[in-house]
């Protein structure tokens, strides 16, 4: 018996109703975070004004000043730019203790009095170069070495942190070149904007363009939501995790310079700390501290609300103690809000 020609429209299998479901799902899913998303952002801009409404309030003449706002904005920008890296390692599931102590290493290294006869671009070059090098020591620990982020990077905290004692022999190194420190001074601002704010802003556009809009963005959210089906994907997830602790390097070598630039000096306490204000920025903001969600704009209006914070509370007197306990109490009730949003969702 001879087959009936088959019509390319007959051709044509059926979509299953259950994967247009699964499309329609997986649309509104995206549809809600994006929404939730919104609503974190809107939320701390409400917070940032009422932090603001306080500090005109209790501190009228001295808060809502040009250069007290200049003086929080590049305050914000230091450890703004470690937060950028330290998003994109919390969004993939990491975590990178060394931050502060990568900063101290590479403001002291680059303010060495060898360091400084090269001028502005020797400065620049041993930042950046110094950060690059711990991130790259810690993505192969924890990456091919197989060791757990926490160990690793708190191991290279001990480490960079002796270091850079051992460099200034607990010495604090003043920064005589002079195309360094002119970047800190009023008559470089650009139309009233700090040059170390502007450093800032582009690190993070850059940031935002690469977790959103570019591939190696969505393979570290994927690697961050689960690793293992990531890598049966196709993802190289330990090359992926190499490349993120690099990033969070590089990041810390250019707040290493802004901060050089704002201190006129290098010392092996600088970056103290760090590693709990970019932590709890990132968390606040809405990156999930167990990955697989990552918001850049978020952290930074994170970053923005704790600088705004430890403004007022330096105007009004109040002990940096206050200030500590104020920051935990923030990330644990943004850890438990979002657990809560977890359970939710």
């Known amino acids: 018996m001879t087959q009936q020609p088959v019509s390319p429209a007959q051709q044509q299998a059926p979509v299953p109703a259950a994967v247009s479901d699964k499309s329609g799902e997986r649309s509104g899913g995206w549809r809600g975070l994006g ?28 808060f809502l000043s040009t ?16 937060t950028v890296g330290m998003t994109f390692v919390i969004t993939s599931g990491g975590i990178d203790l060394s931050v502060g102590a990568i900063v101290a290493l590479s403001s002291v290294w680059a303010t060495t009095l060898a360091t400084q006869e090269y001028g502005f671009a020797g400065i620049l070059f041993t930042a950046v170069v110094v950060g690059l090098g711990c991130g790259l020591v810690n993505g192969l620990l924890i990456a091919y070495g197989g060791l757990v982020p926490f160990i690793a990077t708190l191991a290279m905290l001990a480490s960079a942190r002796g270091l850079a004692l051992q460099i200034t022999d607990g010495k604090t190194q003043i920064v005589t070149v002079k195309s ?43 690697v961050g939501g689960n690793a293992e089906a990531a890598r049966l994907a196709g993802i190289d997830v330990r090359r992926q995790r190499l490349y993120l602790y690099l990033l969070s390097g590089l990041c810390c ?21 760090y590693e709990l ?12 501290l167990s990955g697989g969600r990552g918001t850049i704009v978020g952290s930074v ?11 007022i509370f330096a105007l009004n007197n109040l002990q940096s103690d206050v200030q500590q306990i104020a920051k935990g109490a923030i990330i644990v009730a943004a850890v438990l809000v979002q657990r809560r949003t977890a359970g939710e969702g």
């Open 35 to 62: 929404l939730r998303a919104d609503v974190r952002n809107l939320s701390l801009l409400g917070v940032l004004a009422v932090l603001v409404a306080v500090g005109g309030i209790t501190e009228p003449d001295t």
């Open 67 to 82: 250069s007290n706002l200049q003086l929080v904005l590049t305050q914000a920008s230091v450890i703004g730019v470690v």
């Open 180 to 222: 360094v420190l002119d970047l800190g001074v009023p008559d470089s601002y650009v139309l009233g904007i700090p040059p170390l704010v502007l450093v800032f802003a582009g690190v993070t556009v850059l940031g935002w363009l690469l977790l959103n809009r570019t591939t190696f963005g969505r393979r570290t959210v994927a």
């Open 253 to 273: 070598g250019i707040a290493a310079f802004l901060l050089i630039v704002l201190a006129g000096s290098g010392q092996n306490t600088n970056g103290n700390l």
């Open 277 to 288: 204000d970019a932590i709890a920025a990132a968390i606040i903001g809405g990156t999930l």
């Open 301 to 311: 209006l994170g970053v923005l609300v704790f600088t705004t914070i430890t403004n």
